[in-house]
C-alpha cells in the first residue's frame, strides 16, 4: 500500500507542485492494490489498461485537498503501473540529471529497492540507480 497524501503542498506558494497525474494499470490485480480518493469517496481498481487521471490543483495552482489519494494493499500478486506527472510550473531542476557518477557494482538486472522515509510509506522497485540511491548507498558505504 502508499499512505494517504496528495501529488502536491496545500498552501504552498512555489507553484512547483504536480497539477496533475496519470496512472495506468498494467497487469490485473485480483485483490488489493486499489487507488482510492477518500474525500471523493471513489476506489479505481486495478485491471491492465485501465487508467486514471486526476488534477491535484486548480487553475491558479492552488493544491486541492480533495485530490488526497492512497494505494491499498495488494494482498495476492502485484500491481504494476506506469505513472506520469505534469507540473503546474516548470523549475530549474525539472527534467534534468546530475553528471552520472560512478555506480556501485551489481548483477545484472539486479533491482534497485527504494523505501520512503515516513510513516506509512511504501517501497519500490527500480531499474536503475537514482540520484538519492547514489547519495544513500554513499552515505552508508561511506564512499
Known sequence: GYKTHTDC????QEKRDRFATILIYLNDVS???????????AKVTPRRGRAVFWNSMDSEGECD?????????????RKIIL?????YHTFMSLGKRPPVPHLPKRQ????VVNCDHYDFGSCRLYDE??????????RQHNN
Open 108 to 111: 545484472e538486472n539486479q533491482p
Open 129 to 138: 540507480w537514482f540520484y538519492s540511491h547514489l547519495k544513500d548507498y554513499r
Open 83 to 87: 505513472q506520469r506527472w505534469y507540473y
Open 65 to 77: 485537498s480533495t485530490s488526497v489519494h492512497n494505494a491499498s494493499v495488494v494482498n495476492n500478486g
Open 9 to 12: 503542498v496545500v498552501g504552498s
Open 31 to 41: 485483490d488489493g492494490g486499489e487507488t482510492i480518493f477518500p474525500e471523493l469517496n
